[in-house]
């Protein structure tokens, strides 16, 4: 469901005529905080409600989380709420003051989860993270994750980091749905060099040109997001499991879980950031 634009607003009912608590993700506080803004529900499904801001830079979608929905790093998760029901895409929204307001609920942001990706130490667990993504249904063909890794590995100066920007652009908006699974890989191998301490690497090559013109608006902000050093509830559990050499099974389990390919594909580009961040030098 690709959506480059948001789509012309259309009040339905009352806006916040139900008073709801929420815990809201670090990466969306210049939203959060900042002054009333119009956005606009542009995707609803049976676990989250999908909202773009307009007139803002990043990040620039939020979505409203059921308590069963995945944790994305722009994701707002409401206290008690269990399905998304009642909600359609056109609906107007007014996000700011710590609030956001959608037709039938007035969301208090009580609590805020930090997104933000710590290095790891030591940066292992790659084997078993790749081999268990390799295991499951993916998006994406091993050529394309060959010629990632492969552009990774001789990425050390500016020269190379434009071949590591065309595999990037080779995946962007690779597959269907909200979340193409090239985005997603491209996700979590930013997200994979930011946890191995280069995210001064990650930055630059998450800066993809025309990226709002080539995949949905909501992968373009996890995109963005990850090349800022946010990641999804999933992502950080593994990656805290890792950092303190606890058992990987569950966390991999619980990452692969997400959507059809959702979790396979960030799993597959977080293993081939890790593995490639763990065996060189920043550049700067």
Do not use: K
Not at 54 to 71: K, T, W
Request: with cysteine; proline share 5%; aromatic share 0%.
């Amino acid at each position: 469901m690709p959506v480059t634009a948001p789509l012309r607003a259309r009040p339905a009912g009352r806006l916040g005529s139900t008073r709801l608590v929420a815990a809201a993700a670090t990466g969306l506080a210049p939203l959060l905080d900042g002054a009333d803004r119009s956005g606009v529900v542009i995707g609803v499904l049976s676990q989250a409600v999908i909202i773009q801001i307009s007139g803002v830079r990043d990040p620039r979608v939020i979505c409203l989380l059921s308590a069963a929905a995945s944790g994305v790093p722009n994701g707002v998760r409401l206290g008690g709420i269990r399905s998304m029901d009642g909600h359609r895409p056109g609906d107007e929204v007014v996000v700011g003051g710590g609030r956001i307001r959608i037709v039938g609920w007035e969301l208090a942001i009580v609590r805020r989860w930090s997104s933000a990706v710590r290095p790891i130490d030591p940066p292992t667990g790659t084997t078993e993270l790749a081999d268990a993504a390799a295991a499951a249904r993916r998006g994406v063909t091993a050529s394309q994750l060959a010629a990632l890794t492969e552009a990774l590995e001789h990425c050390v100066d500016s020269t190379t980091e434009d071949v590591a920007r065309s595999a990037i652009d080779a995946l962007v908006g690779l597959g269907p749905g909200l979340t193409p699974a090239g985005d997603d890989v491209v996700a979590g191998m930013l997200t994979g060099l930011h946890a191995t301490g280069h995210a001064g690497l990650a930055g630059r090559l998450g800066r993809v040109e025309r990226l709002d013109e080539r995949t949905t608006a909501l992968s373009a902000d996890l995109i963005r997001l990850a090349a800022a050093g946010h990641a999804g509830v999933e992502v950080l559990h593994l990656l805290a499991a890792v950092h303190t050499r606890a058992p990987l099974r569950r966390p991999i389990e619980r990452l692969l879980s997400v959507g059809h390919t959702s979790g396979a594909d960030l799993a597959t580009g977080l293993a081939i950031g890790m593995r490639v961040g763990a065996t060189r030098r920043e550049v700067r």
